[in-house]
């Protein structure tokens, strides 16, 4: 009985720092997705999300059912920024995905991976946080010029991505 009540003092502790600050950092940083992700038809910057993260049924060969990003309506060579914090350096890869994602960027920051698909262009190297790393374009396996952005945690695991982030990499602000 005793026993027992000490663990759920422990459990509530626990819950408690969750909703703290840093807790909340520390939980987005493990499980990114447990902020919410974008809907079809949400407006984030000028654009509007065409599909969404989640299940879906194209039509086009070769493309995957279960869609592992956020697709938006951007047109071939919109500016899109590294995600990070003011002062931070990212390294970008730029590599083909012959897969059909096309010219893609991929980078490390705030211990989340992010991919920029379907680009017309891409910078590759360090780069400053903030600064435009890519053009979106019509490259790889796809109906027409958009941006697909992928989130992946600490694992590496393509997770929903978060509307805040996408807003960021195309604004280049928090
Ligand atoms: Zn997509």
């Known amino acids: 009985m005793r026993k027992f009540s000490i663990f759920s003092k422990l459990f509530l502790l626990v819950a408690l720092f969750f909703l703290t600050t840093p807790g909340r950092r520390l939980r987005e940083l493990v499980t990114p997705h447990f902020t919410k992700t974008p809907k079809k038809g949400d407006k984030i910057g000028k654009y ?72 017309s262009k891409c910078y590759p190297g360090k780069q400053p946080a903030g600064s435009v790393i890519a053009l979106s374009g019509a490259s790889g396996v796809g109906s027409g010029p958009h941006f697909h952005f992928q989130q992946r945690n600490v694992l590496g695991k393509k997770v929903p991505p978060q509307a805040k982030y996408i807003e960021w990499s195309l604004t280049g602000r928090e």
Not at 58 to 87: C, E, M, R, W
């Open 48 to 119: 509007t999300v065409t599909s969404p993260w989640g299940p879906r049924n194209l039509g086009i060969a070769g493309a995957s059912t279960f869609h592992q990003g956020v697709d938006l309506n951007t047109p071939v060579g919109t500016p899109l920024y590294a995600i990070g914090k003011s002062g931070a350096f990212i390294d970008v890869q730029c590599w083909t995905d012959q897969k059909g994602g096309g010219l893609v960027a991929s980078y490390k920051s705030l211990g989340i991976s992010f991919d920029y698909l379907h680009l």
